[in-house]
């Protein structure tokens, strides 16, 4: 990538929370690697995480400044039961007077500004500033364009999206079910339905959009972008940038305290353990947890089970899990730790699922389908197991398993009823053993091989922040001339 005499400050706002974070750190790499002369400062919410703290803590370098902004408290502005993205749309909202004010007492002022998803009306800040603006979608091009067209939809459909009994269409790309739809789309009387059809609505405001994926992995849903008979008349042909796959690279840090863990993988088979974690935020309810364990022990695979306190309640529930994880031996059918001792591993809570996924004995991962695990499958070329549980993860495991053919899932969605053993048992054993399986390995290596060339110089994600960051060098020399112009006049 060219560089250039003028020196890029790209200023980023992130939205909470740890898997928001990341995609935005991982850009910030990036940008930084792609050009000499680009610095990032990011700018994120205080976090109580601890994984989160540390995740930014080493993420920092002399080119990448992370912010940290002042948290907001938005009880008296949401009900005490309001939905995540509700809350995440407050917090961006009443977080704008602080990010202003950062941003107007930075040393050295910001060439450009990126906001993601949830922080869209932060993007007139960048428009005060005189300043290109970008919007950062972290997730894939068929989420995008159901987003982007969503305000259209809300006007010309008529009653909840779910109990429709006709796809809804999307120009030029494929349909969504109706029991697929993310989150937000489920009740549209409550308030996350309008928060999200406003932002949604301001994607198009920016300059242009980035998104985490690359041009080989969906190009006819961005092609659909580009032409103003499809969504290009949507979106107001405002360009999309695919710069991905952007992900976490393998930081093991002190193996001290995973060491059993990773001593136990060392001394299995090539490809013959199978990763179970549903996310940081997905839990199980009694019942599936159950069944899940049956399903595991009776397909008498290897596995690694990330384990969580399972809910009391006959579904899963999200965002819910707590800091202690007690007996784990009470979570599981009697005498299953015994039986499964040495073909499988217990982690309670939170494993290094990168450093897990890249390991050679590692050859499936049951997923949440969260499109940051997602991509860190796919880069590590591991075939998955689709088990969506909320936000845009039913989406996510239809494009696997029927457009990208990586992943299988069950017949039952996991979000309508308890899966049972034996098709927890038929699935694992389809991705690890089965001539399928093998196929769908193949299609996963594939992928990870197509993602590896797209980053590399000359590839299409190299290229296309190649284009943004040209752009921006060209867009900020012409407001500088036209700055010193009306100075002068």
């Known amino acids: 990538m060219s560089s250039s005499n003028s020196t890029l400050h790209v200023a980023i706002l992130s939205s909470p929370g740890f898997g928001h974070i990341i995609p935005v750190l991982e850009l910030g790499k990036r940008l930084i690697a792609s050009n000499q002369n680009i610095r990032v400062t990011i700018f994120a919410l205080s976090s109580t995480s601890q994984a989160e703290s540390l995740t930014i803590k080493e993420a920092t370098t002399a080119k990448l400044n992370v912010v940290t902004l002042p948290p907001v408290d938005i009880s008296g502005l949401v009900d005490p039961k309001a939905a995540v993205v509700t809350c995440l749309a407050v917090i961006m909202r009443e977080i704008r007077p602080a990010f202003r004010s950062a941003l107007h007492d930075m040393a050295c002022p910001p060439t450009m500004l990126i906001v993601d998803t949830f922080g869209t009306e932060s993007l007139l800040i960048g428009e005060e500033l005189g300043i290109p603006k970008y919007v950062y979608i972290p997730s894939n091009a068929w989420f995008l364009a159901l987003m982007t067209y969503s305000p259209t939809l809300d006007k010309e459909v008529e009653g909840e999206y779910v109990l429709r009994t006709e796809p809804l269409k999307i120009p030029g790309c494929r349909t969504v079910v109706p029991e697929e739809v993310i989150d937000p789309m489920l009740d549209r009387t409550n308030q996350q339905y309008s928060e999200y059809i406003r932002f949604s609505a301001e994607i198009s405001l920016g300059d242009g959009i980035l ?88 397909s008498q695979q290897r596995f690694i089970w990330v384990v969580r306190p399972p809910t009391t309640k006959s579904d899963a529930a999200f965002f819910t899990a707590g800091n202690g994880v007690g007996d784990v031996s009470t979570y599981f059918p009697e005498g299953f730790l015994t039986r499964t001792s040495g073909m499988g591993f217990i982690v309670p809570l939170w494993a290094p699922q990168v450093d897990i996924l890249s390991h050679l004995s590692v050859g499936g991962f049951f997923s949440h389908c969260g499109w940051n695990s997602t991509l860190e499958s796919v880069k590590n070329g591991v075939p998955m197991i689709a088990w969506p549980l909320y936000a845009e993860q039913r989406m996510n495991a239809t494009l696997l398993t029927e457009e990208l053919g990586v992943a299988v899932r069950s017949e039952v969605p996991p979000w309508k009823k308890v899966v049972g053993r034996e098709e927890i048992e038929r699935m694992v054993r389809k991705i690890m053993v089965e001539n399928d399986g093998f196929k769908i390995r193949g299609r996963a290596k594939e992928l990870k091989r197509s993602g590896e060339r797209a980053l590399r110089e000359g590839g299409s994600s190299y290229n296309a922040l190649s284009q943004v960051v040209s752009k921006t060098v060209q867009d900020m020399k012409i407001w500088r001339m036209n700055y010193h112009a009306n100075e002068n006049a």
């Open 211 to 298: 998104l985490n994926i690359w041009e080989e992995l969906q190009p006819t849903t961005l092609a659909a972008f580009r032409d103003e008979k499809l969504l290009g008349r949507v979106t107001k042909m405002v360009p999309v940038y695919p710069v991905g796959p952007l992900t976490r690279l393998v930081q093991s840090g002190d193996m001290t305290v995973n060491k059993d863990l990773f001593d136990w993988l060392d001394k299995q088979p090539s490809e013959s353990v199978i990763f179970v974690c549903l996310g940081s935020g997905g839990t199980l309810s009694n019942e599936q947890m159950m069944e899940m364990a049956w399903g595991l022990e009776l």
